[in-house]
């Protein structure tokens, strides 16, 4: 193999690493703004079903008296207590709100199934004498 030729090869060689480099930097730009995107929009959808959840009790068609709607959060959007304004609670309602395709995610299902089989109980928690006396002891 004479000079010219492996000069040829180099050359050949150098120019395919520095054309895949900057079509692999390119493309990755692409893939970027375009991941970026998708994620922007992931998350204004996000922020905007969390803003609706929070706002439903006000909307129209929701089927609860607002000042009974009690929000969570999680693992469901709101308590409704039926009859907390008359003082005489006759229902409790865990109410999970949805916007869009969305769906109920584990622990929610594992809640409505426990609340529809009747798992559901009231407790009470009494905090110990020494944590809530004055003085300390």
Request: glycine content about 10%; charged content about 25%.
């Amino acid at each position: 193999m004479d000079a010219v030729t492996m000069l040829t090869i180099i050359f050949a060689v150098a120019i395919g690493f520095i054309l895949g480099r900057v079509v692999s930097a390119i493309m990755f730009a692409r893939r970027l703004k375009t991941e970026r995107a998708d994620a922007a929009a992931k998350s204004r959808s996000v922020v905007g079903g969390h803003f609706a959840e929070q706002l439903s009790p006000y909307l129209p068609g929701f089927p609860y008296k607002p000042t009974e709607a009690k929000f969570l959060g999680k693992p469901v959007d709101f308590i409704i207590f039926e009859g907390l304004d008359d003082k005489k609670v006759t229902g409790v309602v865990f109410l999970e709100v949805k916007s869009g395709g969305a769906g109920m995610n584990t622990n929610q299902r594992t809640l409505k199934y426990a609340v529809e089989a009747g798992n559901v109980r009231f407790d009470t928690y009494r905090v110990p004498t020494a944590v809530t006396k004055r003085g300390g002891g």
